[in-house]
């Protein structure tokens, strides 16, 4: 096991019209660092160029992801190739275009914690979610399921922030935190309330991120310097892909399990699964 282990996580959009989230991170020793953040993948290539990313613009641009790009880039920011990958997107061996196993075994385990899982199309994420892993696949990378036996190098494997979350901040439910829904956590709160309620629960997973993670840089607006919820989206997906590197550093720890089957798993942290039949499939 390579003692300076890297890690690539992608809090990747379902569709190339909206950005995505992107980390990198890197084991030194006992401890573990944040290399790069940004809120897209152009951004991301462009660290690794010395362009430093403008978090004030008015709107994060989507795009197709890059794999080539990224992984180059990302070599570049490390100074070696990444040896694991993770991602918060439907990705399984054969093509995906409905419900798979994964996503009901997630959905049994964890709806009455309010964190079912949303389930794959021939859209959405369809074709993009084949080109991610046929290209992760192609290049060395193996797509962890219920059928890998252990950890290794050149690995890619799916997470679920939501269900990470419970873990990470030892909730008993679901955290508000998504942008979109914000009208539905808290119904008849005005706008400014609601900004304060979700930079709130970002700060604490920020903060529960940062005892994992040294020189993470990412600095939260001020409730008062945010006039729209499409503001905070960029944070979001930037913390998405945050938790999505803690569920790589739990998988190479030997602390998560996989829901699901041999063709797609969702990577879980052990102690919020609950019942053993769903470590069966």
Same mark, same amino acid.
């Given at each position: 096991?390579?003692?300076?282990?890297?890690?690539?996580?992608?809090?990747?959009?379902?569709?190339?019209?909206?950005?995505?989230?992107?980390?990198?991170?890197?084991?030194?020793?006992?401890?573990?660092?944040?290399?790069?953040?940004?809120?897209?993948?152009?951004?991301?290539?462009?660290?690794?160029?010395?362009?430093?990313?403008?978090?004030?613009?008015?709107?994060?641009?989507?795009?197709?992801?890059?794999?080539?790009?990224?992984?180059?880039?990302?070599?570049?920011?490390?100074?070696?190739?990444?040896?694991?990958?993770?991602?918060?997107?439907?990705?399984?061996?054969?093509?995906?275009?409905?419900?798979?196993?994964?996503?009901?075994?997630?959905?049994?385990?964890?709806?009455?914690?309010?964190?079912?899982?949303?389930?794959?199309?021939?859209?959405?994420?369809?074709?993009?979610?084949?080109?991610?892993?046929?290209?992760?696949?192609?290049?060395?990378?193996?797509?962890?399921?219920?059928?890998?036996?252990?950890?290794?190098?050149?690995?890619?494997?799916?997470?679920?922030?939501?269900?990470?979350?419970?873990?990470?901040?030892?909730?008993?439910?679901?955290?508000?935190?998504?942008?979109?829904?914000?009208?539905?956590?808290?119904?008849?709160?005005?706008?400014? *309330?609601?900004?304060?309620?979700?930079?709130? *629960?970002?700060?604490?997973?920020?903060?529960?991120?940062?005892?994992?993670? *040294?020189?993470?840089?990412?600095?939260?607006?001020?409730?008062?310097?945010?006039?729209?919820?499409?503001?905070?989206?960029?944070?979001?997906?930037?913390?998405?892909?945050?938790?999505?590197?803690?569920?790589?550093?739990?998988?190479?720890?030997?602390?998560?399990?996989?829901?699901?089957?041999?063709?797609?798993?969702?990577?879980?942290?052990?102690?919020?699964?609950?019942?053993?039949?769903?470590?069966?499939?």
């Amino acid at each position: 096991m390579n003692p300076c282990q890297t890690i690539l996580a992608i809090d990747a959009a379902w569709t190339p019209t909206q950005p995505s989230g992107l980390a990198l991170v890197q084991q030194r020793g006992c401890d573990w660092h944040c290399i790069a953040l940004a809120p897209s993948y152009q951004g991301f290539v462009e660290l690794a160029a010395g362009i430093t990313t403008d978090w004030t613009v008015r709107r994060i641009p989507g795009s197709e992801p890059k794999l080539p790009q990224l992984l180059e880039a990302a070599e570049r920011l490390a100074g070696q190739p990444v040896d694991l990958v993770t991602l918060d997107m439907p990705v399984a061996k054969t093509p995906l275009s409905t419900r798979r196993g994964a996503d009901r075994v997630v959905s049994r385990e964890f709806a009455s914690r309010w964190c079912a899982a949303h389930s794959p199309t021939a859209t959405r994420p369809g074709q993009l979610g084949a080109r991610i892993s046929d290209f992760l696949s192609a290049t060395g990378y193996a797509l962890a399921t219920t059928a890998t036996p252990s950890p290794g190098r050149q690995q890619f494997l799916e997470v679920y922030p939501h269900v990470a979350l419970l873990s990470l901040l030892k909730r008993s439910r679901r955290v508000p935190y998504k942008v979109s829904k914000s009208t539905k956590y808290w119904p008849g709160e005005p706008l400014p *309330e609601r900004i304060r309620s979700l930079l709130r *629960e970002f700060g604490a997973i920020r903060e529960a991120l940062g005892q994992v993670f *040294e020189g993470m840089t990412l600095v939260l607006p001020t409730p008062d310097n945010v006039k729209s919820l499409a503001e905070l989206k960029r944070y979001e997906d930037v913390l998405d892909a945050l938790v999505c590197a803690w569920v790589g550093v739990e998988y190479l720890a030997g602390r998560t399990v996989p829901l699901g089957d041999e063709d797609a798993a969702i990577w879980c942290p052990r102690d919020v699964v609950r019942t053993e039949s769903a470590l069966g499939g």
